[in-house]
């Protein structure tokens, strides 16, 4: 954990050593860097806004397909979510090599995600205020538009 440590300083992350863990500022967020039996992951944590759950799955998967690395998980509590990315790390120039490029995945599939969410948010916003076409009517509905005119 040292050496990692040192190689974010290095990097300029302001990290800061935890117990089993280096926590450092990613924007708005919290990283997360663990090293446990030859495994390095970088981890990015938030909240997600009550009642947007079912946008943030969809919006997570955007994310996910388009970095292929970075696994979102949305917490058990339904009120967090986690992008992850992990690697196979047994030396320092492995870590100097990777741990960097990690970082920038998981900030990369972040910043996916909130374009995502933005994305679904505006096409919710602005279906739940169109007026339904004619073929989307069922026989014998009359349109709010159709109303208006007569």
């Not at 390095?40 to 388009?66: C, P």
């Not at 970095?67 to 047994?90: A, G, N, Q, W, Y």
């Amino acid at each position: 954990m040292r050496s990692i440590f040192q190689c974010m300083m290095e990097g300029g992350y302001r990290p800061s050593y935890e117990k089993n863990h280096i926590l450092f500022n990613i924007e708005d967020n919290i990283g997360v860097v663990e090293y446990e039996e030859g495994i390095l992951s970088v981890r990015i944590f938030f909240s997600i806004e009550e009642g947007s759950s079912e946008l943030f799955l969809v919006a997570s998967n955007a994310a996910m397909s388009e970095t292929f690395i970075v696994k979102p998980v949305i917490l058990e509590d339904m009120k967090s979510i986690m992008f992850s990315c992990e690697f196979f790390c047994d030396t320092v120039r492995q870590l100097r090599k990777y741990l960097p490029r990690s970082i920038e995945l998981v900030n990369e599939a972040l910043d996916a995600h909130k374009t995502e969410m933005k994305n679904l948010i505006l096409a919710d916003s602005l279906t739940s205020k169109a007026i339904p076409a004619r073929d989307d009517l069922f026989e014998g509905q009359t349109s709010v538009r159709s109303k208006m005119l007569s």
